[in-house]
């Protein structure tokens, strides 16, 4: 595993990719001392998990003479408010809703890879009896963190109940923190996801709506658009490193799942389920650009959008063949 990464190293920096040859910066140009990466470990991101347990991604960066920094940030809108401080270069697993809204606010922030499809991880969680349905959340306190999938979650599920965002009364909190307030009875719901919604079920809560029939998460992996252009080797190499978690994987099931049981404090049981339903991959297609231009018409319609964003603007040059 690490002889394979290691050749994809020095072929990465030996020919270079197509975006550096066709870019403004040669591929010889001197390296960073430093990448700054995002570790996220919710809902469930198991080849993230896998690749900085197991030393790959700090292992095939230190050959190039590159040292890696870790920041722990679960929040897609975190992330890309990172990116445009200048303080992250790679956002290791982020959802699109978070990378629309940034595009939409100027932040130049490109997919670079596809990560997972999750289908069942996110939800709307509820502690009193009373709130069964999206609907019951009319006039309640619902906690979460804003221009994530969890936000669009929400919102999809009010409009489906003929609700709009305005008829609750809606709290910007990171997961934890949300979860904490619903469990405490500080608020009425919770955006929660994976292990998240596994604990405060536990806990007394229940599952008032899943993202199943309201939206279709697709999580992917970010860089910043100067990173990018300054940097495209470094961004194949990451991208490299991620598929071979993503194999790894397969070849070792039992030991990757022991290892994000661990990280999230969860049972193997839990932890298989978890995995089954988040569907890694590192490909994106014409149906995921297409479910982009979806959520981009959605986000309009309930205006978490002022103005359209063209989904191809979003994703690394020649990433779509």
Request: charged share 20%.
């Amino acid at each position: 595993m690490k002889r394979s990464l290691a050749l994809v190293a020095a072929a990465v920096l030996a020919a270079g990719s197509a975006s550096a040859q066709a870019g403004p910066t040669p591929v010889g140009a001197a390296l960073p001392k430093e990448v700054r990466i995002s570790y996220v470990k919710s809902p469930f991101n198991l080849p993230l998990i896998v690749a900085v347990k197991r030393g790959m991604i700090k292992d095939v960066f230190a050959k190039l003479g590159v040292g890696v920094k870790f920041y722990e940030i679960d929040s897609g809108a975190k992330q890309t408010e990172a990116m445009a401080a200048g303080s992250l270069d790679i956002a290791s697993v982020i959802n699109t809703t978070s990378v629309i809204l940034a595009d939409a606010g100027g932040n130049d922030v490109k997919i670079v890879s596809g990560f997972s499809r999750p289908t069942g991880l996110f939800a709307i969680v509820a502690k009193d009896p009373a709130i069964l349905k999206p609907a019951d959340l009319k006039g309640k306190t619902v906690a979460g963190p804003k221009g994530t999938v969890l936000h669009q979650l929400l919102a999809a599920a009010l409009a489906k109940s003929g609700l709009a965002m305005d008829d609750v009364r809606f709290l910007q909190m990171d997961i934890p923190e949300a979860r904490a307030a619903l469990l405490s009875g500080r608020v009425d719901a919770a955006l929660l996801a994976a292990a998240s919604v596994i604990s405060a079920r536990a806990a007394g809560a229940h599952v008032v709506a899943t993202a199943e029939g309201y939206v279709k998460p697709q999580l992917v992996v970010a860089a910043s658009g100067a990173f990018l252009a300054r940097y495209p080797q470094l961004v194949d190499l990451y991208v490299a490193v991620n598929r071979e978690a993503i194999a790894w994987i397969a070849g070792h099931p039992d030991e990757a799942l022991a290892l994000g049981a661990a990280e999230q404090d969860i049972s193997l049981a839990e932890a298989r389920t978890l995995a089954e339903e988040s569907h890694f991959t590192s490909g994106i297609g014409a149906a995921q650009v297409a479910a982009l231009g979806d959520d981009v018409q959605f986000m309009l319609d309930v205006g978490m959008l002022r103005s359209p964003v063209k989904p191809e603007s979003l994703l690394r040059p020649g990433l779509v063949q």
